[in-house]
């Protein structure tokens, strides 16, 4: 058969000349070498000329020059993506959020006097919470449930809710921390009471910080307390504070008024409101009895306390605010727990139950058709609508053409919801 002749050029490569084929080494050849003078064994042993090698190129093939030409061709492209990065708006770097910001403030330096007033806010708020929740859970024997979240925006809050407890049919008190963006619609609606916010921007990052709370007892002898302290700021795309403002009040809302109760809750709230401003009490007086007011019914929801709202620099400085605030929302338990003791264990009749759920139903009209903070929170984006709606009560009533008889006690509630008394 003859040899085997192949065709390309590569498996001719891998073929080995005659010349480079191994020898086999015999006695013979190895008796020649011994025979070998001297001087010739010298020069053998210099360094033989190297013969060039038919695989160098195989085993060692030299670098393509292709990455080259590919760097150069790409040169253009990543030019142009420099150039589109460094004047794209969307690449750009974002400045800080103020929720970002103050979580920096929080972590690194905690909350002091030099703090943000913002962050002073939210941690007088929460300290307030606990000392509430512990309070009423004394006068329950039931724990609340707490409740923590998040809103992806910045902020949240802790839900602490009591529900179908010992003396409690439901209560709530909870804090809320947001923050956000406030469109053009809504900074124009809040020029009307704060000049200081900039009508020109399309939006402003805000933050709102409170503490709400609500209480319904079993017992139709005890009344129905709510109680609401918040601020609320505003900041330009720099953080700088743009616009600040106070908010809040509390309130009582008997289903069988006791005048003795009435006096009480007054008196304390008069007592914080003095150490400030003597013309605070009946200015935030008068105020609660005009807002919490179901105008569809031509009545009070209760029997009033104090409320305020826009409280800003045009009002008193920051500070001033602040304290007045802290003292309204320390005096709460003061004002509340002896009322709520004396009453949680009286008797009480089916009728008078009767009564107290159809009050209220009027309670639930007040926040749902009229309560500035509820239809606030609903519209809020990311809105937690449980705690929003926590202020409801568990049960209530809606009876078509009621009305008391004559010379009751159900009738004379209603007498003093649609005229407000001065109670101290």
Aim: hydrophobic share 35%; with cysteine; charged share 30%.
């Amino acid at each position: 058969m003859p040899p085997f002749q192949p065709r390309l050029r590569v498996p001719r490569a891998l073929e080995l000349s005659h010349s480079y084929a191994p020898r086999p080494t015999t006695r013979l050849d190895v008796y020649r070498r011994a025979l070998i003078p001297s001087r010739r064994r010298c020069m053998s042993d210099l360094p033989p000329k190297k013969k060039p090698d038919p695989l160098e190129e195989w085993r060692n093939p030299p670098p393509s020059k292709w990455p080259n030409r590919i760097r150069l061709l790409m040169l253009p492209f990543i030019g142009a993506m420099i150039y589109s990065m460094w004047t794209d708006d969307s690449i750009k770097t974002e400045t800080p959020t103020i929720a970002q910001k103050d979580e920096l403030l929080k972590r690194e330096n905690g909350v002091s006097e030099q703090s943000p007033m913002r962050l002073r806010m939210e941690q007088f708020i929460k300290r307030q919470q606990k000392q509430i929740v512990s309070e009423l859970e004394k006068v329950d024997g039931t724990k609340f449930q707490i409740d923590s979240w998040q809103r992806p925006e910045g902020g949240g809050g802790i839900t602490c809710v009591l529900q179908d407890g010992k003396v409690f049919e439901k209560g709530g008190v909870n804090t809320s921390v947001v923050y956000g963006r406030l469109p053009r619609a809504a900074i124009q609606k809040m020029r009307v009471n704060h000049k200081a916010l900039d009508p020109d921007v399309e939006s402003l990052e805000f933050f709102a910080a409170g503490l709400s709370m609500v209480l319904h007892p079993h017992n139709p002898n005890a009344p129905t307390v709510h109680l609401n302290y918040r601020y609320f700021e505003t900041a330009d795309e720099a953080g700088n504070t743009n616009a600040w403002w106070y908010g809040g009040g509390c309130d009582l809302t008997p289903s069988y008024l006791y005048d003795e109760d009435a006096i009480h809750f007054h008196s304390t709230i008069k007592g914080a409101c003095e150490k400030h401003d003597k013309a605070y009490y009946p200015r935030f007086k008068k105020w609660c009895d005009e807002y919490f007011n179901n105008k569809h019914r031509s009545e009070t929801r209760g029997i009033g306390g104090i409320f305020f709202d826009d409280l800003d620099e045009t009002e008193k400085d920051q500070e001033q605010l602040f304290s007045f605030v802290q003292d309204c929302l320390s005096a709460f338990l003061p004002s509340y727990l002896p009322i709520i003791n004396k009453r949680k264990d009286m008797p009480f009749t089916d009728e008078m139950k009767h009564w107290q759920q159809i009050r209220r139903g009027r309670y639930v009209e007040f926040n749902l058709v009229h309560d500035r903070g509820t239809a606030f929170g609903l519209n809020t984006p990311g809105a937690r609508v449980e705690s929003i709606l926590m202020s409801l009560p568990l049960t209530a009533r809606w009876q078509y053409m009621h009305a008391p008889e004559k010379g009751t006690r159900e009738e004379r509630l209603l007498d003093v919801l649609r005229e407000p008394r001065e109670w101290v």
